[in-house]
C-alpha cells in the first residue's frame, strides 16, 4: 500500500503539468502575424510557422488591410500653402462699404472663400467701421 501513495501523487503531478503547459506550437497571436506579413513572408509560411490553416492567416492579414484603408480615407488632407479658416487676408481698412458676411471666391484659403468681418474703429468722413477678410 505504501507504494501505490507516492505513485498517485506522481500521476497527479503528471497530469496537472500535462493539462496546464502550453502546446509546443501555439497559434500565433494576431500581432505576431502582421509582423511576420510586414516581414514578406507569405501566408503559407505564416501558416506553417504558426501552426495554422492559410484561411485564418489570410482573415487576420485582409482584415488590417482593410482597417488601414478605412484610417487612411477618414484622415483628412490638408492643402499645404492654403490659410487655415479665421487667418486674416488683409487688414483693416476702408475700403467703402461691404455686408458684412458677404462671402467671395478666395484661392488663398483651404475653403475657398472669403467672409468680410468688421474691425473696431470708423472712417471718416461717413463714420462707417472698417473691415476687412478673412478665410472662412
Known sequence: M????????????????????????????????????????????IAKTCNMTAAKVRAVVDADDNAAEDVAA?????????????????????????????KAPEQRCQSGTSIATPCAGYCPPRGIAPWRRVCS
Request: with cysteine.
Open 74 to 102: 477618414a484622415t483628412p488632407v490638408d492643402v499645404p500653402g492654403k490659410l487655415p479658416s479665421g487667418a486674416g487676408l488683409a487688414s483693416c481698412d476702408c475700403q467703402g462699404t461691404v455686408p458684412y458676411g458677404d
Open 2 to 45: 505504501t507504494w501505490r501513495q507516492p505513485l498517485f501523487r506522481a500521476l497527479i503531478v503528471l497530469a496537472l503539468f500535462a493539462g496546464f503547459s502550453a502546446p509546443s506550437q501555439a497559434a500565433c497571436s494576431d500581432k505576431k502575424i502582421l509582423s511576420l506579413s510586414d516581414e514578406g513572408k507569405s501566408v503559407k509560411a
